[in-house]
């Protein structure tokens, strides 16, 4: 009696010559340096690779790292530049990054995928980057990163994001993350997330006077739900700390 193992290997051999075909034609279209490192691959125990992977990703985050500080140093950010940004993308919805080009129509609807970089213009891109950078800066900067504001008290941020998007913001640090599950129930039924798999993403930081930071920190995040998270309602909120262990 024929099984299911028989009659697959007896098509694997009967197409064959076509697969070997159709690879010879697909490797010739790659250059010599794309095949030496995919032989590389294959030729390398599996535990080497995957330690080589993690290499080359760790010195992609540094150079990430050093490039966003670098931009974060030549934002010479204060208090002037900081409400002129806020008066600039406050309030700032996705209809009107569409009329500004700064979004393609036809990106996924809130409350479900994020927005990558094949809904955004390059404009948009830069927007995002900006946004981030700000977001960064009012958290963590300081006089050695060129940030200057007098931070009289300290605040801590919660923010609730769905894990599968929770990548968007890693680039944060010193960072406090806690599981937990969502009861959001969306009238409209696009993105009930009952029992949703969550992340509750903690940071301490500095204001000023007139809350200042915080304003600043609610419009970069605005950007960023509009330009990548994309969540109908990206859940954040602010409180003052009494004490702190991080009070200089």
Known sequence: MTTIEALLAQIQHDLTPQIEARLRAELATHDRAWLVEQIIRLSLPREALAAREQAARQEAQTAERAALLNRVRHMDLDLPSLTAFIEKYRGLDQNTLILESLLHPGFPEKGTALITELHRTPQGDALLTLAKDMLFALLYGDEASGIRFDRSEREILTLTLPRAKAASLAYLKATTELQAHGTWQDPEQVSNDSRA????????????????????????????????????????????????????
Do not use: P
């Open 197 to 248: 798999d969550n992340v509750l993403i903690q940071v301490e930081f500095g204001e000023i006077k007139g809350e200042w930071i915080g304003n600043g920190i609610v419009t970069a995040l605005g950007l960023i739900n509009n330009l990548e998270i994309n969540e109908q309602i990206l859940y954040a909120h602010m409180i003052n700390v009494e004490q702190s262990t991080l009070i200089t």
